[in-house]
């Protein structure tokens, strides 16, 4: 029982266990909260009593961390308002959802950057990665499309393509191969059973 109770309710209240620098609350004989020196501990949920009205922590007097098991769930946002706003970067930079519950988005400077759905991934700013880009299935993803295709690719290795090339003009200072195509590094060039098509291809080499 609480040290100290209402008197109409007296397995509410709060007592000292013992315990040198904790002190407990316990509502109808639950011990409900607990406070020492460095943690307030609370066995219920933590509800604001108005919605969107309370914030916790604030602009000096931020939270250290953020913990949570399941997830964090917050609005929709737009571009120019993310729902999720990164620090100290002025107005409209962070993550938002694009289509409500369909897809995700980054913004910077109220602009929409980059956006994943369920389906593709598209960006309208550079993207750097620091590892490889690979797809999660072999020969089921593109590069492009045919109405917003890539302007230039570079490769420092080995361009390898599986089926048919299609190019509009062709320049290389090593070796280009697929499975039916190869570009030598002598400018030779050498087709077998796969087509290949080009508005403009000049060879300085034999063709066989």
Request: charge should be negative.
């Given at each position: ?98 289509v409500a519950g369909y897809s995700v988005g980054i913004t910077t ?89 080009a508005a403009s291809t000049t060879i300085s080499g034999a063709f066989s």
């Open positions: 029982m609480p040290t100290y109770s209402w008197k109409s309710d007296t397995d509410t209240g709060w007592y000292h266990s013992g315990s040198d620098g904790q002190v407990y609350y316990m509502i109808n004989g639950g011990q409900e909260i607990v406070l020492d020196a460095s943690n307030f501990n609370i066995s219920q949920n933590f509800i604001a009593g108005t919605n969107n009205s309370f914030d916790l922590g604030g602009v000096g007097n931020a939270w250290r961390n953020i913990y949570a098991s399941t997830s964090l769930i917050v609005p929709a946002g737009t571009a120019a308002a993310p729902s999720i706003k990164i620090a100290d970067t002025g107005t409209g930079f962070g993550i938002f959802a694009p400077a109220g602009v929409q950057r980059f956006k994943c759905d369920v389906g593709d991934c598209t960006t309208s700013a550079d993207l750097y990665v620091s590892g490889n880009a690979n797809p999660n299935n072999n020969n089921t993803k593109d590069l492009g499309l045919t109405s917003n295709s890539w302007r230039n690719i570079y490769a420092s290795g080995t361009l390898s393509l599986g089926g048919a090339a299609t190019v509009a003009s062709l320049t290389s200072s090593g070796r280009v191969q697929s499975s039916d195509l190869l570009f030598g590094s002598t400018g030779n060039m050498l087709l077998s059973s796969e087509s290949i098509s």
